[in-house]
């Protein structure tokens, strides 16, 4: 384990030229309802819709196995950009926050440079990768990680490479 604290290491790790929060994430039962919800509390009124699964990333992985999860999507605003997230097929942990917790805010997510850096680095400072997936963005060069920073940050933190 690393003596640098994690905010120290997320300040060296972040891509140069991105805001400190690049999204929120929220867990909802229905992307469409929670649309509607979050237009009405927060004034949104332009969101961006997708569906995302395997097909859209070459490989996922939850708890260091290869996974297998699709989820919907909605996207409104940017720095940080909102994110609702409604599981639909597989295991992730999506569908377990929303078992085990229900609707919510899920994580914080910052924009690295290197993702395989920022696992290697969060890793060795003693947090654990719990969800990802490498392959996405129209070059297919972008990933994402899910750490479990909830005892030292009170949240899920995300990093995201760009592609």
């Known amino acids: 384990m690393q003596d640098r604290p994690i905010e120290s290491l997320l300040s060296g790790l972040r891509a140069p030229g991105t805001p400190p929060i690049h999204q929120v994430g929220i867990v909802v039962a229905s992307c469409d309802e929670a649309v509607e919800?979050?237009?009405?509390?927060?004034?949104?009124?332009?969101?961006?819709?997708?569906?995302?699964?395997?097909?859209?990333?070459?490989?996922?992985?939850l708890r260091g196995s290869d996974a297998v999860h699709s989820m919907r999507l909605?996207?409104?605003g940017?720095?940080?950009?909102?994110?609702?997230?409604?599981p639909l097929e597989?295991?992730?942990?999506?569908?377990?926050w929303l078992s085990e917790r229900g609707e919510g805010i899920h994580h914080l997510a910052v924009v690295v440079s290197s993702l395989e850096e920022t696992i290697a680095a969060?890793?060795?400072?003693?947090?654990?990768?719990?969800?990802?997936?490498?392959g996405f963005?129209?070059?297919?060069?972008?990933g994402?990680?899910?750490?479990?920073?909830?005892?030292?940050?009170?949240?899920?933190l995300e990093a995201v490479e760009m592609a």
């Not at 919800?37 to 992985?61: C, E, I």
């Not at 890793?123 to 990802?132: T, V």
């Open 90 to 96: 597989g295991e992730s942990l999506y569908s377990e």
């Open 37 to 61: 919800r979050y237009s009405a509390l927060l004034g949104y009124t332009k969101w961006r819709r997708s569906n995302f699964g395997p097909n859209d990333v070459a490989r996922m992985t």
């Open 74 to 76: 909605a996207y409104a």
């Open 78 to 86: 940017d720095a940080p950009e909102l994110e609702l997230i409604e």
């Open 122 to 134: 969060l890793e060795a400072a003693g947090f654990a990768n719990i969800q990802s997936g490498h």
């Open 137 to 142: 963005a129209p070059s297919g060069r972008g």
């Open 144 to 156: 994402y990680a899910y750490f479990d920073t909830t005892h030292a940050l009170g949240f899920v």
